[in-house]
């Protein structure tokens, strides 16, 4: 992929501290294309990230180190594998670092986490991305293509959340293209308060594959026209997902009862989407789920776009 786009070094904060936002990825559309011999599945998507998402800090310490908190610090603890990203994303960065000659010391990662885990959003790849930025902005290295490797190393998912910014994906998830939506649009996150396991889903999936979209990828210039192309397209994996979590299909239902321009489950479940035409559009909805479903995360947000 070429890395037209780069975002800012990290906020330098007071004592040394490095502080980084880990957004939230939301598969607009997501085909499986089939299985690989190697058991991985080849896939096409359109992934934008949202305004919405995990914060991770970090600073000088003698050993490197990670402490997590935020509204599902204790959903993460119990699962462990999106904080170990954070380490193993920490280590392999500062491997790319010191292979340029420049000095690099552990850092003490604090992670806030405010996405739901195992939701469908990319959180623990967001996490990790944000970490290489971290460590490469700590010895004033931008990302780049110098990360890319190490980010598809630590899984799939991982070269998109290290862009962060709207994207064509494909081969297993690590071959992008960056994607030039010009439209404005907001969306609602919604998460009924189940995990699903990725690894579940995939094992559900019927053996007939999608096919590629054949004409390349479109130039989307309108919102319009955004929403005409994601109506030809579905997501794969929510038919298996549904049968896992009977909850996504009442989280569809209430975004349906909102009016969306398109409601659907985004990556392997079981957070879904609904979009809008503007962010108050959005804002009303999420407050009417808020206020049917308590006990669900719902979130307003709007698109990070390239700059």
């Not at 190697?38 to 914060?55: I, K, R, T, W």
Request: glycine share 10%; with cysteine; proline share 7%.
């Amino acid at each position: 992929m070429a890395w037209t786009t780069v975002r800012s070094p990290p906020k330098k904060m007071a004592s040394a501290e490095f502080r980084e936002f880990a957004p939230a990825k939301i598969n607009l559309f997501l085909h499986v294309l089939g299985r690989r011999d190697d058991g991985y599945h080849e896939l096409e998507s359109l992934a934008v990230f949202a305004d919405v998402g995990d914060h991770l800090s970090a600073a000088p310490a003698a050993a490197w180190g990670l402490s997590i908190t935020g509204p599902f610090a204790e959903d993460l603890q119990e699962a462990s594998a999106a904080g170990n990203l954070v380490l193993k994303a920490a280590r392999l960065a500062a491997k790319w670092v010191e292979e340029k000659e420049k000095p690099f010391a552990p850092l003490h990662f604090t992670l806030e986490k405010h996405l739901p885990i195992a939701a469908g959003l990319g959180g623990g790849s967001a996490d990790a991305g944000a970490a290489l930025r971290v460590c490469a902005g700590a010895v004033g290295l931008a990302p780049g293509d110098g990360l890319s490797a190490q980010a598809a190393e630590i899984g799939a998912d991982v070269p998109a959340c290290l862009y962060g910014r709207p994207v064509w994906m494909s081969g297993i998830g690590e071959a992008l293209q960056p994607a030039s939506l010009t439209p404005h649009f907001a969306m609602v996150l919604v998460n009924p308060g189940v995990q699903v396991s990725t690894a579940r889903v995939f094992a559900g999936l019927e053996d007939t594959p999608s096919q590629p979209i054949s004409s390349g990828w479109p130039d989307l210039s309108s919102l319009e026209e955004l929403i005409a192309f994601l109506r030809e397209t579905r997501n794969d994996l929510e038919a298996p997902a549904r049968k896992i979590a009977p909850e996504i299909g009442a989280a569809l239902e209430a975004i349906e009862a909102t009016g969306p321009l398109l409601a659907r489950m985004s990556g392997s479940g079981a957070t879904c989407f609904g979009l809008y035409p503007s962010r108050d559009a959005a804002d009303a909805a999420a407050a009417s789920i808020r206020e049917a479903h308590h006990d669900w995360w719902v979130a307003a947000t709007g698109v990070l776009v390239s700059t």
